[in-house]
């Protein structure tokens, strides 16, 4: 919005000729990170006050660790204070004709309107199971299915040429675009992309459940995948980032860094509030939206693959679900009584029954998070 609005007045006098840093996608990204954190801490106090005499407070579940339970009736729901903040400032920064920036936008506002069903459910009936898994996955993947599916399958003047002439094309980790890809038919990279951008939101999803554990690395994934997105897609003097690093050529992400940028402030801002011991919590409406939107960076940006290391913290945390439900039904038909791998699932309950301090937990994760966005990062010179 406000680089539509403001961009063209640059020619109208010449001391409005400063606006022409409008046009620069850093500048841009930066302003759409301060503006989403400033937006978060003018509106948190309220916001919270607000879910708070409204009685929107955490159900905890029974059989989680006792220090849980001092948590039961923090305000929730907070995921709709960043969903906010983080669209507004897109919004207001991003190039309008963008329709990278407005696909994101779609999945994450739609995740969160699922996120929000969740929520909504599990307060008003007090049941911390909420809306049952199956109908989420259906959500999640009908809208994962049309913008997926447009993004694969869709022609026209609002897909950039680059983008269709490369889209079947996958990118793999630590090597040279050009020579070492996959190409996949349209119909199987439909498929994957499907599970890229369902699987991640599940998996931020599952990791939320500390004060502070799940924001920390979608910060930190958002900062890598805006770095990503501009050397992709920014040409700075005809010098071309892209070829130069033997990334995908495509110009149209360059965008993406102001979402990303917006994640990071919104992030950020709601942060400052959901630090431990936490004001607020995110809920549902903010993990699998946040999920969502680092799903479609993943996808957009070509590093579906590296996603994997990038948020191994979310990967570890679902996994550890998956390995700890099949292993209690697998013993459970072959002798009668369940057992478990973990003492609690997700993994990070399971270092708390072993001892840990909540803090503790959240910040060796932090540091894990950070150590693999590094290694992430490597790759753009590794190839």
Avoid: C
């Avoid at 620069?24 to 309220?46: C, D, E, H, K, Q």
């Avoid at 900062?223 to 010098?239: H, K, N, P, Q």
């Amino acid at each position: 919005m406000i680089y539509q609005l403001l961009y063209p007045l640059r020619t109208w006098a010449s001391w409005l000729g400063w606006l022409n840093v409008l046009r620069y996608v850093p500048f841009r990204a930066i302003m759409a990170t301060i503006t989403a954190m400033l937006m978060s801490f003018a509106l948190g106090p309220w916001f919270i006050r607000q879910l708070a005499a409204k009685q929107i407070g955490q159900v905890v579940r029974g059989d989680g660790p006792e220090t849980h339970l001092a948590k039961r009736g923090t305000p929730t729901m907070g995921g709709s204070l960043i969903l906010f903040t983080l669209t507004l400032s897109t919004v207001f920064w991003a190039d309008p004709h963008n329709s990278f920036v407005w696909l994101s936008l779609i999945v994450t506002v739609s995740y969160g309107v699922v996120g929000f069903l969740d929520d909504y459910l599990k307060i008003r009936f007090k049941n911390p199971a909420g809306l049952a898994g199956r109908y989420k996955l259906v959500g999640q993947s009908l809208v994962a299915a049309l913008v997926v599916g447009y993004l694969f399958f869709g022609e026209g003047a609002w897909l950039p040429r680059d983008w269709i002439e490369y889209r079947h094309h996958l990118a793999l980790p630590f090597a040279g675009f050009q020579k070492h890809h996959l190409v996949l038919p349209a119909a199987a990279y439909f498929v994957f992309g499907m599970l890229v951008v369902v699987g991640t939101s599940n998996a931020v999803n599952l990791t939320d459940g500390l004060d502070g554990l799940a924001i920390g690395p979608v910060i930190i994934n958002a900062a890598t995948y805006l770095i990503f997105a501009y050397v992709t897609g920014v040409t700075i003097a005809r010098f071309e980032l892209a070829a130069y690093l033997d990334l995908p050529p495509l110009r149209s992400t360059g965008e993406l860094a102001v979402f990303a940028g917006a994640i990071i402030g919104s992030g950020i801002g709601f942060l400052w509030y959901n630090t431990y011991p936490a004001q607020v919590f995110m809920g549902d409406v903010g993990a699998l939206a946040l999920g969502g939107s680092l799903g479609m960076l993943a996808l957009i940006t070509k590093n579906e693959f590296l996603s994997v290391l990038l948020g191994g913290i979310f990967v570890v945390e679902a996994v550890s679900v998956i390995v700890q439900t099949s292993y209690f039904k697998l013993t459970k038909w072959r002798t009668g009584t369940g057992k478990r791998i973990f003492l609690m699932a997700p993994i990070h309950h399971h270092f708390e029954k072993k001892g840990w301090a909540e803090p503790k937990v959240i910040v060796r994760f932090w540091i894990i998070a950070i150590l693999l966005a590094l290694i992430s990062l490597s790759n753009l010179k590794l190839r």
